[in-house]
């Protein structure tokens, strides 16, 4: 069955360590997304893509990467440069590039020890 | 400086009673408007939208209103019942924001048995 698929659900670093999430999606959908949430705030906008090969900036892209070398892949790192790297983050999808209801992962709580 | 506003973080409600959720926008531009469910470590899950050129959408229990004179939408969700309990978040796009999500900071609704 389709869907969006994030691992792992939790995750822990030590400071000063890169981290890759992972977000996968068999949906066919061509745009995706990272969104992190943080305890009492809304959804902020990382990095998205809207095909293949290609990504933006989002509001908060400081001490993140992320690449979309396939269609159905859109990893995110969390870099040593990312001040505040603990929270909860989410991956969605979207059918078309120019918006619309988004699909999204179960998440993945990373806490940086 | 927010574009969508959500100004009440909790709301409380009978189970059976009618629920109410509001939202405020600044943009006029913004020509989509979604709400999502989000319950605690999981993914939002969309719950219905409205385009600009409505007032009314509704979907079982759950009716979207649209106010653009008043640049506000609201979440009528009746009878109340217990699973609704989660996160409310409201979210718009439009071609200002390149149509991405903007997110509001989310309502936590709690049905009370």
């Known amino acids: 069955d389709g869907g969006i698929t994030q691992s792992p659900k939790y995750l822990f670093r030590k400071e000063g360590q890169n981290v890759t999430l992972s977000c996968e999606q068999n949906?066919?959908?061509?745009?995706m997304y990272w969104y992190r949430q943080d305890p009492g705030q809304g959804l902020r906008l990382i990095y998205y893509?809207?095909?293949?090969?290609?990504?933006q900036k989002g509001d908060i892209a400081e001490g993140y990467s992320v690449s979309r070398e396939k269609k159905e892949s859109f990893p995110l790192t969390v870099t040593s440069a990312q001040k505040n790297p603990t929270a909860f983050y989410l991956c969605?999808?979207?059918?078309?590039?120019?918006?619309?209801?988004?699909?999204f992962g179960p998440g993945t709580r990373l806490t940086v020890l | 400086d927010q574009q969508v506003k959500q100004n009440s973080p909790s709301l409380s409600v009978q189970e059976g009673r009618i629920s109410i959720l509001n939202c405020d926008y600044t943009?006029?531009?913004?020509?989509?408007f979604l709400w999502y469910k989000k319950y605690p470590a999981e993914g939002p899950t969309f719950l219905i939208s409205?385009?600009?050129i409505k007032d009314k959408n509704e979907d079982g229990r759950f009716t979207v209103f649209l106010n653009k004179s008043a640049k506000h939408l609201s979440l009528h969700i009746v009878p109340s019942q217990p699973g609704d309990s989660a996160v409310y978040f409201c979210?718009?796009?439009?071609?200002?924001?390149?149509?991405?999500?903007?997110w509001g900071a989310g309502t936590k609704l709690i049905i009370k048995p």
């Open positions: 969605a999808s979207s059918p078309g590039a120019s918006g619309g209801a988004q699909f």
């Open positions: 949906l066919n959908h061509d745009a």
């Open positions: 893509s809207q095909i293949v090969n290609d990504f």
């Open positions: 943009n006029s531009m913004f020509d989509y």
């Open positions: 409205i385009s600009s």
């Open positions: 979210a718009v796009l439009g071609r200002d924001s390149n149509y991405q999500l903007i």
